[in-house]
């Protein structure tokens, strides 16, 4: 599993680190606004979130594609326990899996955010229809939220293989997606237009503006 996904990387986003703020990390990709108008202590809020954050995954991945699943974290050194992923992960307990059906690695950290020496990962492939995203989504919009469970610290990217789009869901506020072209994510820039988060909204504009239609730096 890990050499697929240095395949994929390598072969469809060069020089591309998967972490923390993905869409700041590729030239072509879209960052949805997950938040609603409800007071973040209502349940409304967290389930406006979720129904956010579903509709586009379920707009990249049909229920036959091969997914990715890559679940990261931060290695602090001398905090085993911090680092180290149980058997008990939410992810593979909602994926009915074992450690020993996962692929671990253990790499120097060369994210946008480094302040650790390393990341440990975990990597699992699964049909998109195997995979219950709702829960996991769920799961990671509560994150800064203690008295909401269930929560996921981590972070976790979808690689869809068919289409070769990304999809991190970082946490309640945003989502991001990127793309190896323009034309693969052109469709979900138009119905979801009124997702994109204000902050970023001239950058993704100017991306689908710009004729001929931009390609990645692969220097």
């Not at 939410?90 to 302040?115: G, H, I, P």
Request: no cysteine.
């Amino acid at each position: 599993m890990a050499s697929a996904i240095t395949h994929f990387l390598s072969l469809h986003y060069p020089g591309l680190v998967l972490g923390p703020g993905l869409f700041h990390s590729w030239p072509i990709g879209l960052r949805f606004d997950l938040q609603s108008e409800a007071a973040t202590s209502d349940d409304a809020y967290f389930a406006e979130v979720l129904r956010r954050a579903s509709i586009p995954f379920e707009a990249v991945f049909a229920p036959d594609d091969e997914v990715l699943m890559v679940v990261q974290r931060r290695r602090w050194e001398g905090r085993f326990r911090r680092w180290r992923f149980r058997a008990n992960h939410f992810v593979l307990r909602q994926l009915k899996v074992s450690k020993q059906e996962a692929e671990f690695q253990r790499l120097a950290n060369r994210t946008r955010f480094a302040d650790t020496r390393q990341l440990v990962r975990f990597t699992v492939q699964r049909l998109a229809a195997h995979i219950p995203h709702q829960q996991i989504l769920q799961a990671i919009s509560h994150q800064d939220f203690p008295g909401r469970s269930p929560q996921l610290q981590d972070d976790i990217f979808f690689l869809n293989l068919r289409s070769k789009l990304i999809l991190q869901m970082y946490d309640d506020r945003g989502l991001d997606l990127i793309g190896p072209d323009v034309e693969t994510i052109q469709p979900l820039y138009q119905n979801y237009n009124d997702w994109i988060l204000d902050y970023d909204r001239a950058a993704i504009d100017t991306l689908f503006a710009t004729e001929p239609l931009l390609k990645p730096n692969q220097d």
